[in-house]
């Protein structure tokens, strides 16, 4: 019901800034949570950063101060504007969405982009 489309990875070198976005479309009552996540080869995907609909946001200790997450409620769309990066950002990026889906009852669902990949060499 919920689809994500992601863009904005690329190739950077370490210092360097990246900007991602992620557009949010379907048949959905409200987008509650967005945010990022991202996956490095060989481990667990992670959390990167969230923001609610009302704006209260939630990084991981790693990127705090280097990353900053922004939503357009009107626009259902997130960004994350990534600086100072480093290789160990190297990952693939995915959009991650909470949004309430009228079925029989309201219901939570989350939703994943394809991902985007971010590569930062040394």
């Known amino acids: 019901q919920v689809q994500l489309v992601e863009s904005g990875g690329g190739l950077v070198q370490a210092g360097g800034s990246l900007r991602l976005s992620c557009a949010a479309s379907?048949?959905?009552?409200?987008?509650?949570?967005m945010g990022w996540y991202r996956q490095a080869p060989g481990n667990q995907r992670e959390l990167v950063a969230t923001?609610?609909?009302?704006?209260?946001?939630n990084y991981a200790d790693s990127v705090k101060g280097r990353f900053t997450i922004s939503r357009d409620n009107a626009k259902n769309t997130v960004s994350l504007q990534m600086n100072s990066l480093k290789p160990e950002d190297t990952a693939v990026y995915y959009c991650?969405?909470?949004?309430?889906?009228?079925?029989?009852?309201?219901?939570?669902?989350?939703?994943w982009g394809q991902g985007t990949q971010v590569t930062v060499s040394s």
């Open positions: 991650y969405a909470e949004a309430d889906v009228r079925l029989v009852i309201i219901t939570s669902f989350a939703y």
């Open positions: 379907g048949s959905f009552l409200r987008i509650n949570v």
């Open positions: 923001i609610t609909s009302g704006g209260r946001t």
